[in-house]
């Protein structure tokens, strides 16, 4: 378990605390590590968020559906990591996506109840936690006020990049093409053009209602 503990003081979550805090913390919390198989769903959108998530090792692949159930955006997130730590409170103090693991993967969980009673107490906690949901917020309110005025080609980009919780890896996209040509406001002729002329660059592959962005990086370069 030693490598575990090691692993958690690389989140940015606990970077910063001193060794007598992290192992007085680790004293007085439960900590609960579990080892998933591949394909079990560990977090489902619209469950109680009601612990913080740690994915130790391995990976998760996060599924994402628009609100009104025209498509749904799958990104994979890689150890170590930690899973919405926004969602914990709030409005909506639930999971906004589905998580499920990707080959063998390894989690640790704390609840919020200890979470509230015991890590707020640290001062560099709170300050690493309050950097994360500030970052959060700060690149979707960059997201939200950068409006692509660009040709079709940018505005499908665009469309693909700005659901991305991360802006490098696989991302896959399933929707309908009709649906795509409505969003991006424009015809359905117009969006496979783009399409196939970003698959022929090996930038996407089209699948039948969906499209797979190997890298984002490539593709936004």
Known sequence: ??????????????????????????????????????GEVIAQAGDPCDRLLFILKGAVSVTTVAANRAYLFTEQYEAPCLIEPHSLFGMHTTFASTYTTVGETHTVCISKVFVMNELTKYEIFRLNYANIICNRAQTL??????????????????????????PTGRKSLKIKMEDLAHIVNDTRLNVSRVLNALQSKELLELRRGEIIVPQLEELTR
């Open 1 to 38: 378990m030693e490598s575990m503990f090691d692993t958690l003081l690389q989140l940015p979550l606990f970077q910063g605390l001193v060794h007598d805090d992290f192992t007085n913390i680790l004293a007085k919390v439960k900590l609960h590590f579990v080892k998933h198989k591949g």
């Open 141 to 166: 309110q960059r997201k939200l006020w950068d409006i692509n005025h660009g040709d079709l080609y940018d505005r499908i980009i665009g469309f693909i990049a700005s659901r991305a919780e991360r």
